[in-house]
């Protein structure tokens, strides 16, 4: 006769809490990056125009509307 297993879980998460919230972090800096580089004129960040022309080349490399 077979002996029995230990109970396994039903349910296991496909991905661990400490990975999701790793990813989640990863993917709320990249959207910020973005967001720097891409649409910030200064309002927000209130770095005048400084960040603008700082990312003014990847603006138009990325084809992002500028002026
Ligand atoms: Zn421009």
Known sequence: MPKAQAA???TT?????RLL???LA???L???LTYLVAFD?????QSGM???ELMHD???LLGVPCH
């Open 21 to 23: 919230w790793t990813a």
């Open 8 to 10: 396994q879980p039903l």
């Open 58 to 60: 990847g603006r138009h």
């Open 13 to 17: 998460p496909a991905v661990s809490p």
């Open 50 to 52: 400084y960040l603008h």
């Open 26 to 28: 990863v993917v709320a």
């Open 30 to 32: 990249m959207l910020l």
């Open 41 to 45: 004129q200064g309002a927000v960040s």
